[in-house]
């Protein structure tokens, strides 16, 4: 008799375990519900939230998207392997020339003859410049690429004319002195650089020409005046406070820059970092609490800024440097290794910056090649690093509208934090063609999450597209030569569509777009 017991409790284990692997019948109690309304928009996903970053930092510009002299280079130095994959990124802009490393650029140390360009020590990541890859270098690569090119001023040690001059440089078609020098240098017709940023993390103290935010007002201000003038068309990114949270001086910093600056700037930037440093998966993914917060903190000292006019000009946001950056340092030259967890954090960031469309309208990946990056070199070839992938998907819904999407799920909670859901969703219309994306990352390590996924505007079709990306291994890395572990896998299923909805599950530790039609 106790035989029989155990048989048959085996047996009703395995049924119960093979019916958890497929979706839930129509009608079953769901996990999680997932509610779509195509009406309720929130803003255009602009195509800058696709941008990336390239800083004269290690091996980014040397050795990454240029290469002197290396059989994979194009005769003028550009690595032609390293542009193909960059090209399938879909780069919409590109911040240049930093970061840290603009705070002690002179931009006219990058321009003429390459031989007789001067060597410079680099201060800020104690580094020797050749200054092989200036202005000219950088914008031609912008155009290559296909990419909208976004110059950092110095606002370290430079200097207002220095700033006014660059945009000369670059933009002026008039027979000035500085648009001249640019036609000696081969370029006769002007670059038109439209976006510009007032320095890089000024409020830093490791910051070359560290500016309290009084100081820094003052001379962002100015230099945005002379800039303007010489160029009315450009859009200008203002300095915001690199130390969120870490005390009270953020605030300060912003509003007054935001005061200050609110008829003269078109952004404020902020730059987050995250960190698995707790080896601690759920908690690694509840980082979109404080992302969401850093957005949703900085939306209001805006609001607060634009209260005080009658008719106010827009501020967005530019979140022009993020990613998961904590186990490469100077010495690595900031080589991060990326891992299959690192891939899903890239979703997270995006469901973010979707949520709030209305608000973020640049988002700049740092960086590009190399450096904290999704694309790794030798002088034999490259590999393509986890966070890849999820970077190259989410570019295909630039332009929708971001939807205001109803969300309820199992949840967690991270030390005395608010509960935190454990579906962490953005969606996204194509009205054009009537797509709807729902990307959906399951933070849950362990748990797969049964959703109900409802539409309440328009009738759903029953062909629905899966992106998944997913791994049993959350440390799972690439390497030269072996860069297909972790990859997307794709299909088309048929859903089983009841009242406009139907049931999906989504994996354990993954991250999911779904592509629905409307009929």
């Known amino acids: 008799m106790r035989t029989n017991t155990v048989c048959l409790l085996s047996i009703i284990l395995t049924v119960c375990l ?29 195509p800058h939230l696709f941008g990336n970053f390239a800083e004269h930092l290690g091996r980014m510009i040397y050795g990454g998207v240029y290469e002197e002299g290396s059989p994979l280079s194009d ?102 002195f500085w648009a001249e020098q640019r036609r000696k240098n081969g370029r006769e017709q002007p670059y038109k650089v439209k976006y510009w940023a007032l320095g890089n993390e000024i409020d830093g103290p490791w910051q070359l020409g560290h500016k309290n935010a009084e100081e820094y007002s003052k001379f962002a201000l100015e230099a945005a005046k002379a ?56 908690k690694f993914m509840a980082w979109s609490q ?43 030259k900031l080589e991060e ?32 090649v190399n450096v904290i990056a999704p694309i790794t070199t030798n002088k034999q070839g490259l590999f393509l690093q986890t966070i890849y992938f999820p970077l190259v998907e989410f ?16 949840t967690y909670k991270v030390g005395n934090r608010p509960p935190l859901k454990y579906l962490d969703v953005s969606t996204s219309y194509n009205a054009a063609d009537k797509t709807i994306y729902v990307n959906v990352l399951n933070r849950s390590k362990d748990k797969d999450m049964t959703t109900r996924i409802d539409n309440q505007e328009g009738q759903l079709t029953n062909a629905v597209g899966v992106w998944e990306l997913n791994h049993p291994d959350l440390k799972a890395t690439h390497t030269f030569g072996d860069d297909k572990k972790v990859r997307p896998v794709t299909r088309n299923i048929t859903a089983t569509v009841e009242n406009n909805g139907f049931n999906y599950t989504f994996p354990a530790h993954s991250l999911t777009i779904l592509r629905l039609r409307l009929k």
């Open 18 to 46: 093979l019916l958890g692997s497929l979706p839930p019948a129509q009608g079953q109690t769901t996990q999680a519900r997932i509610k779509i309304d195509t009406d309720r928009t929130i803003g255009e996903i602009h």
């Open 75 to 176: 005769k003028d130095g550009y690595r032609k392997d390293v542009m193909d994959v960059v090209k399938q990124l879909n780069v919409s802009i590109l911040r240049w020339p930093g970061g840290n490393f603009a705070s002690g650029y002179n931009w006219k140390d990058g321009i003429g003859p390459k031989d007789q360009r001067p060597v410079r020590k680099d201060l800020a990541w104690d580094d020797l410049e050749s200054n092989r890859f200036g202005t000219d270098e950088f914008l031609k690569y912008c155009e290559m690429i296909g990419a909208e090119p976004y110059i950092c001023i110095n606002a370290g040690l430079g200097t207002i004319d220095d700033a006014r001059h660059w945009v000369e440089y670059c933009n002026e078609s008039k027979n000035t």
């Open 227 to 282: 800039m303007r003038s010489t160029d009315p068309s450009i859009k200008l990114i203002a300095s915001g406070s690199s130390n969120y949270g870490a005390n009270a001086d953020w605030m300060h910093w912003n509003r007054t820059v935001l005061n200050t600056l609110r008829n003269q700037a078109d952004y404020i930037a902020i730059h987050s970092y995250i960190n698995n440093r707790d080896n601690d998966f759920e």
């Open 290 to 332: 404080t992302i969401d917060n850093y957005i949703d903190v900085t939306a209001s000292q805006i609001k607060e800024a634009q209260n005080r006019l009658q008719n106010p000009r827009p501020i967005y946001i530019a979140y022009d440097e993020w990613n998961v950056w904590y186990r490469a340092y100077n010495a690595q």
């Open 337 to 368: 290794v990326y891992n299959f967890e690192d891939a899903l954090a890239m979703g997270m960031f995006f469901n973010s910056f979707f949520r709030r469309a209305d608000v973020v309208k640049m988002a700049n990946l740092a960086q590009m």
């Open 395 to 410: 570019t295909r819904q630039k332009g929708n509208q971001s939807l205001d999407t109803f969300v309820s799920a199992p």
